[in-house]
C-alpha cells in the first residue's frame, strides 16, 4: 500500500483496486482490531478519492454536449 499522501494523486483505477482489496481483507476476518481499523481508515480515504474523481469527470460529461447535427460542443468552462 501506498502512504495516505499518495492517495491525492492517485489514478481512479488504482484507487479503486486498492479500496477492493482492501475491502477483500476486512471480509476475510483475518487481521488484528488494530490493522482492520488502519484499514479501514484508508478504504474511506480512497473512497473519498474515487467519489472526486468521479465528479470531476461527471461535470466534465455534463460540459458537453451534441446539436442536433451531433456535432459535439464542448463548453467554455473547461475543468
Known sequence: MTSNKD??????EA????L?????I??????SLKE?????????MLKKRC???LESVQLRIN???????????ISETEL
Open 26 to 31: 476486512l471480509e476475510d476476518g483475518k487481521s
Open 36 to 44: 482492520s481499523v488502519t484499514l479501514y481508515e484508508r478504504g474511506i
Open 20 to 24: 477492493e482489496d482492501i475491502v477483500r
Open 51 to 53: 467519489d472526486n474523481i
Open 63 to 73: 460540459q458537453i454536449s451534441c446539436d442536433k447535427n451531433e456535432d459535439i460542443r
Open 7 to 12: 492517495i491525492e494523486s492517485m489514478e481512479f
Open 15 to 18: 484507487a479503486l483496486k486498492e
